[in-house]
């Protein structure tokens, strides 16, 4: 069982940045590949990236590609996201997400453990 809290969120201008973090609880951290999600208003929750238990393999979306980077830190059984050169579309809920998956699913059906997610608002 894993418990995941997020934190790091918050208001910042486009063009900025924010680093996100969620905390772990639970002695199988280790073994889980982690992911972060967004949610906007009214749209589906969607994939951001993911990082394998090693750190060894990591998968990003698209639209973050280039701009984002996922890491985990074991001994801190943390894992983070570094959000540079925000948009205004990058706005939504951000959850952190955790599964046994020995791959990076961007699918989020494949995620049982989930934060409750921080606000993330990039201002034009």
């Known amino acids: 069982q894993v418990q995941l809290v997020e934190s790091g969120g918050g208001l910042v201008q486009a063009g900025g940045s924010v680093r996100l973090s969620c905390v772990a609880s639970?002695?199988?951290?280790?073994?889980?590949?982690m992911a972060w999600f967004r949610q906007a208003p009214g749209k589906e929750r969607e994939f951001v990236a993911a990082?394998?238990?090693?750190?060894?393999?990591?998968r990003y979306a698209d639209s973050v590609k280039g701009r984002f980077t996922i890491s985990r830190d074991k001994a801190k059984k943390t894992v983070s996201l570094q959000m540079n050169s925000l948009k205004p579309e990058d706005t939504a809920v951000y959850y952190c997400?955790?599964?046994?998956?020995?791959?990076?699913?961007?699918?989020?059906?494949?995620?049982?453990?989930w934060g409750q997610g921080t606000q993330v608002t990039v201002s034009s």
């Open positions: 997400a955790g599964a046994t998956t020995g791959w990076t699913s961007p699918n989020r059906y494949d995620y049982p453990y």
């Open positions: 990082i394998t238990w090693s750190g060894g393999s990591t």
């Open positions: 639970g002695r199988t951290f280790n073994s889980y590949t």
